[in-house]
């Protein structure tokens, strides 16, 4: 069955930099578009970015744009994001998600049909 | 951007009634409109595509309507299990938006 976990989250302090990873299984993970979602405590969703199947296209939320990096390694199943010169606001669970449709490089809306059980990032000093 | 307004934030009913969720886009979605489930600590879980297409799994007692800029949830009769956020989801174009979410409690 499909499987997302997520790690690398934990307690950062403000203007660091930070990896996250999702490990996928149960998928083939080199034909499906992957998503991030971010939920700040008690509050609702916010997507993130997205990354086409192969790794050549991606979108990001506008206030994402410039400090968040999305990648993937096919080779080892794994999504990532990257996020610089961390805020307060930052300070969340971050989700990885699946685009259901099985695709070729080009990425368009869509929706999540599964998700991880998400990391939790918080920023303070 | 599209923004999604969900009404009501809260919704107080008892098991055994129905509940009906409000979502309302600023632009219209066409029927390109999704809902999700999250229970406290958990992952959102998918519950309708396009509006109205129940997901795998989904029981019956969940449907949805709607179209352009107005849709629905609908939960038939309440279960226990069913207390829970419900979050809209417009896949209509970028960026992807959602829902401030409704909240379904005990009443």
């Known amino acids: 069955q499909v499987q997302l976990a997520e790690s690398g989250g934990g307690v950062v302090r403000p203007g660091r930099s930070l990896r996250l990873s999702c490990a996928a299984s149960?998928?083939?993970?080199?034909?499906?578009?992957m998503h991030w979602v971010r939920q700040a405590p008690g509050k609702g969703l916010e997507w993130v970015a997205v990354?086409?199947?192969?790794?050549?296209?991606?979108y990001y939320a506008d206030s994402m744009k410039g400090r968040f990096t999305v990648s993937r390694d096919n080779s080892k199943n794994t999504l990532y994001l990257e996020v610089n010169s961390l805020r307060a606001e930052d300070t969340a669970v971050y989700y990885c998600a699946k685009d259901p449709r099985y695709s070729a490089g080009t990425i368009s809306p869509f929706y999540f049909d599964y998700w991880g059980q998400g990391t939790l990032v918080t920023v303070s000093s | 951007e599209i923004v999604l307004t969900q009404s009501p934030a809260t919704l107080s009913l008892s098991p055994g009634e129905r509940a009906t969720l409000s979502c309302r886009a600023s632009?219209?979605?066409?029927?390109?409109l999704v809902w999700y489930q999250q229970k406290p600590g958990q992952a959102p879980r998918l519950l309708l595509d396009d509006a109205s297409n129940r997901a795998t799994g989904i029981p019956a007692r969940f449907s949805g309507g709607g179209s352009g800029t107005d849709f629905t949830l609908t939960i038939s009769s309440l279960e226990p299990e069913d207390f829970a956020v419900y979050y809209c989801?417009?896949?209509?174009?970028?960026?992807?938006?959602f829902g401030g979410g409704t909240k379904v409690e005990i009443k």
């Open positions: 990354i086409s199947s192969d790794g050549s296209n991606k």
């Open positions: 149960g998928f083939i993970f080199s034909g499906y578009a």
């Open positions: 632009q219209r979605v066409a029927g390109y």
């Open positions: 989801q417009q896949r209509t174009s970028w960026p992807l938006t």
